[in-house]
């Protein structure tokens, strides 16, 4: 069974970093690329970036080049997401996805959330 | 980037009603249109990919249609479990944006 498991909530200070995970299982973790979605509370969905685990390549969408670091770690199947100076506005829940072959993604964690409030 | 709108953006129904919810690109995306639920509090659930391809294990009562700029999503006989949010996607060219959702509710 293919499954995404997210790292727990966070609530961090403004100006602190963070680094969250995804860990996947039930399939060949470097078969599949893996995505980012931000959900601020009470708005839509917003794609981030994604990352191949087979060789590192990673695609940002310009909105988030630059505020956050997407990477992964082939050897133990997961994927992070990164920030080195959260804001408020960095205060969403976070959702992993696998990403198929057309573009869609099939399977999705649970969500981690992230609140950052002084 | 490519721009997605969906309409409505709310919509009101009834268990067994016939809905449809479009969605427009804002320049030509061939078949790469994906269709999402989510229901509160839960992560989204793909539920169409490639325009037309129904994701394994979602009930028939769900399609999707559509090529070029626009496309529909259509449930064919509302069932109570399906009153959530849906989200269009194009995954033609990076950003893969999303539209900004329509939110069904019971009538």
């Known amino acids: 069974e293919v499954q995404l498991v997210q790292s727990g909530a966070e609530v961090k200070k403004p100006g602190e970093s963070l680094k969250i995970s995804c860990k996947g299982s039930g399939y060949i973790f470097t078969t599949y690329w893996i995505g980012w979605v931000r959900q601020m509370p009470g708005k839509g969905l917003e794609w981030m970036g994604i990352i191949n685990p087979a060789d590192f390549d990673t695609t940002y969408n310009p909105s988030f080049q630059g505020q956050v670091a997407i990477s992964a770690d082939r050897s133990i199947s997961t994927a992070y997401l990164q920030w080195s100076s959260l804001k408020a506005s960095d205060t969403a829940m976070y959702y992993c996805a696998r990403q198929g072959f057309g573009g869609y993604f099939d399977y999705w964690g649970q969500g981690t959330l992230v609140t950052v409030s002084s | ?107």
Request: hydrophobic share 25%; with cysteine; aromatic share 10%.
């Open chain 2, 1 to 107: 980037d490519i721009q997605m709108t969906q309409s409505p953006s709310s919509l009101s129904a009834s268990v067994g009603d016939r809905v449809t919810i479009t969605c427009r690109a804002s320049q030509i995306i061939s078949s790469y249109l994906n269709w999402y639920q989510q229901k509160p509090g839960k992560a989204p659930k793909l539920l169409i990919y490639g325009a037309s391809s129904l994701q394994g294990g979602v009930p028939s009562r769900f399609s999707g249609s559509g090529s070029g700029t626009d496309f529909t999503l259509t449930i064919s006989s509302l069932q109570p479990e399906d009153f959530a949010t849906y989200y269009c996607q194009q995954s033609y060219s990076t950003p893969h944006s999303f539209g900004q959702g329509t939110k069904l509710d019971i009538k």
